[in-house]
């Protein structure tokens, strides 16, 4: 059974830290692409970052030079840092896994399997 499970969320004034994990089990962890997902109430779920199998790294422009993916093959582990953080981060954060096949990486229907989701709150 495949599960991706989050933890790491919390509330943090804006200019603060935090740092999520998302431990992944139940497929074959090495193949597939990683991804962060947030959404905020009332809004659409939109793409923060991606690492591919071979390392890359892409980001939305909006956490560009504040949030750092990285992953750790040996532990299943996929992690979020972000830095300088905005009340407009506030969403909950799901981490995703997919191939890529016939969409972008951008794009939610890229990813198989997600998370329940952990939530982050940026107050001003």
């Known amino acids: 059974q495949v599960q991706l499970v989050e933890s790491g969320g919390g509330s943090v004034q804006a200019g603060g830290s935090l740092s999520l994990s998302c431990v992944a089990s139940?497929?074959?962890?090495?193949?597939?692409?990683m991804a962060w997902f947030r959404q905020a109430p009332g809004k659409e779920r939109e793409v923060v970052a991606c690492i591919h199998t071979d390392g890359s790294t892409m980001y939305a422009d909006s956490v560009k030079d504040r949030f750092t993916i990285s992953k750790d093959n040996a532990k299943n582990t996929l992690y979020l840092q972000m830095h300088s953080l905005k009340p407009e981060d506030t969403a909950m954060y799901y981490c995703a896994a997919g191939r890529w096949v016939g969409f972008a990486w951008p794009n939610s229907r890229a990813y198989s399997y997600w998370g329940q989701g952990t939530q982050v709150t940026v107050s001003s």
């Open positions: 139940g497929y074959n962890y090495g193949t597939y692409h």
